[in-house]
C-alpha cells in the first residue's frame, strides 16, 4: 500500500462560515484534496504542505498531527491502481496565489463542508470533512 500525506485546507468566509477547499485531479477530473508521496527530508505535515502549494497555490498554517486517514486507488497510467493510504493534516489556509506549479491541470474551489463532502468520491474523506463542520474552528490569521 502507497502511503500519501494531504491537506484539508479550510478557511472562513467573510461572514464566518467555514469553506474547504477541493481540486480535481488531473486525468480524472474529480474533486479531490492536496496529497501525494513523502518527500525526502520533510515531515508529513510539511510534504503534505509542499504537495498543497504544488497542486492547488496556497500555503497556511498546517496542524501537526493528522485529523484522520483514509484509502483510495490511485490510478497509474502503466501499472493500473495501487492502494492508497492517505494521512490528512488540517491547513488553515493564510494564502492563495494566483500562479502555480499545477495551475495549468487543476480547478480548484471552495466549497461550504456538506457540498465539499458531496463532491468527493471517497467516503471516509467525505466523513472527515463532515466532522470538522461540527467542531470549533481556529481563526486563521
Known amino acids: 500500500m502507497l502511503t500519501q ?6 478557511r472562513r468566509s467573510a461572514d464566518g ?12 477530473r474529480r474533486w479531490v484534496v492536496p496529497r501525494g508521496n513523502p518527500i525526502a527530508g520533510k515531515s508529513p ?20 498531527e493528522a485529523i484522520g486517514r483514509y484509502s483510495y486507488e490511485k490510478r497509474r497510467r502503466l501499472r493500473g491502481p495501487v492502494p492508497a493510504l492517505v494521512h490528512l493534516f488540517r491547513m488553515n489556509v493564510g494564502e492563495e ?17 456538506r457540498d465539499a ?3 468527493v468520491a471517497e467516503s471516509e474523506l467525505a466523513h472527515i470533512i463532515l466532522a470538522l463542520d461540527s467542531g470549533p474552528t481556529p481563526e486563521v490569521e
Open 117 to 119: 463532502a458531496a463532491a
Open 97 to 113: 496565489h494566483d500562479d502555480w506549479p499545477e495551475k495549468s491541470q487543476r480547478e480548484r474551489r471552495w466549497f461550504a463542508p
Open 45 to 64: 505535515p510539511e510534504s503534505a504542505a509542499q504537495e498543497a502549494f504544488e497542486e492547488a497555490g496556497i500555503a497556511g498554517a498546517v496542524e501537526p
Open 17 to 28: 462560515r467555514l469553506e474547504v477547499l477541493l481540486i480535481t485531479s488531473r486525468e480524472t
Open 5 to 10: 500525506y494531504g491537506v484539508l485546507p479550510v
